[in-house]
């Protein structure tokens, strides 16, 4: 509790995203100069004020309590010839922590090399996912922000590279509303069903961010550059039945019969031979694969650059402290 001890502020203004000593900093620059033990009051009173919102907004996880792999925020199921891989932070809207990238990248690699013919990502609970969780941004090492900069965007290359290089047909069941990196990385599955009640959203603008997971490619190719211009560029959030319209979702189903539906389709898609499936999408997808590399490594590299903005810096404060949601 620097002003408590030391009196007016005198030390320079911590980066936008160290989220706790920003906090800090600027009550003690707020105090100006009060005397000492009004500051310890007020820093005192600040300090518990934070503390006890502190679960929901802008507390720092330390890594060493994060989820370990195996636990339950990614659930890897393998049966009828189908892995599937779900994510289970439904009460979190199964945002992606660190953890689960890394997970998630596991997972793909283990059902590469499995017996199944088909792989599947789904979300548990009422969404399928609403992309990459913000409070990702406030575990900072000690390396500071351009470091978590730097190792955020190796992380997300790596991340979808690995969907990239996926081998076997990839099903994507969106389940619910899906937002930024989960919208994007649909451009990299071979299929996309989706209940009626999913929307798809990119507010990369509205975050400071800009586009991932190849869409810079993908969704201009997919539906057009206008269109992929509304979606990446300005935000507009498309239902499934636009989404299929545009060709990135494959078929919308009612949602009282989505799931039913859904897996009696993909149980007899799964015994079709896996290795004609395996070489046929090879056949689709190959001639396309070190083009999508370059655009993976490109938009990770622009992405490291915005996460330093501060656009994105007071979208994700805003976001962390409650004022802001999409
Ligand atoms: C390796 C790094 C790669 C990064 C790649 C770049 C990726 C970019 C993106 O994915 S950009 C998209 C980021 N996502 C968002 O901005 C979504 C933020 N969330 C929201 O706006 C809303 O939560 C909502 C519209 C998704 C849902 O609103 P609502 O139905 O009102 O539910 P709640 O807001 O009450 O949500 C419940 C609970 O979940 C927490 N939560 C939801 N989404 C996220 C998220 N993306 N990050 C962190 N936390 C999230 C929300 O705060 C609530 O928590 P609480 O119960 O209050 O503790």
């Not at 005192?44 to 890594?63: M, R, W």
């Not at 509304?230 to 060709?247: D, I, P, S, W, Y």
Request: hydrophobic share 35%; charged share 25%; proline share 6%.
């Amino acid at each position: 509790m620097p002003k408590a001890t030391e009196g007016p502020c005198n030390v320079p203004k911590p980066g936008v995203l160290d989220f706790i000593n920003k906090a800090k900093w600027d009550a003690w620059n707020a105090l100006g100069s009060l005397p000492k033990e009004t500051a310890r009051h007020n820093y005192v009173d600040l300090v518990s004020s934070l503390s006890a919102s502190s679960e929901s907004s802008i507390q720092v996880t330390p890594a060493a309590d994060r989820k370990q792999p195996g636990s339950d925020a990614l659930v890897v199921t393998s049966q009828d010839g189908i892995t599937t891989i779900t994510l289970n932070r439904p009460d979190k809207k199964n945002a992606l922590t660190t953890q689960m990238y890394h997970d998630i990248m596991l997972a793909l690699e283990a059902a590469s090399k499995d017996d199944s013919a088909i792989t599947v990502l789904t979300g548990n609970g009422d969404y399928y996912c609403s992309g990459n969780d913000l409070t990702n941004f406030t575990d900072i090492p000690p390396g500071g922000v351009e470091e978590k900069a730097r190792s955020g965007a190796v992380l997300l290359r790596d991340f979808v590279d690995r969907f990239i290089d996926f081998p076997k047909p990839l099903v994507a069941v969106v389940n619910g509303p899906a937002v930024g990196i989960s919208v994007t990385i649909l451009g990299l599955f071979d299929i996309v069903y989706a209940t009626d009640r999913a929307t798809f959203h990119t507010p990369f603008s509205h975050l400071g961010q800009s586009p991932e997971g190849c869409s810079s490619y993908t969704f201009p190719k997919i539906m057009g550059p206008s269109k992929a211009t509304e979606m990446l560029v300005f935000g507009k959030k498309l239902t499934a039945r636009e989404a299929c319209t545009q060709g990135l979702v494959t078929e919308v189903f009612p949602d009282s019969t989505f799931q039913k539906e859904v897996w009696v389709r993909l149980k007899a898609y799964s015994k079709l031979p896996p290795n004609a499936m395996r070489i046929s999408k090879q056949v689709i997808r190959n001639t396309e694969k070190e083009k999508l590399h370059a655009i993976n490594a490109e938009e990770s590299n622009i992405l490291r650059e915005r996460w330093l903005s501060d656009e994105c810096m007071n979208a994700v404060v805003s976001f962390l402290s409650k004022k802001a949601k999409l």
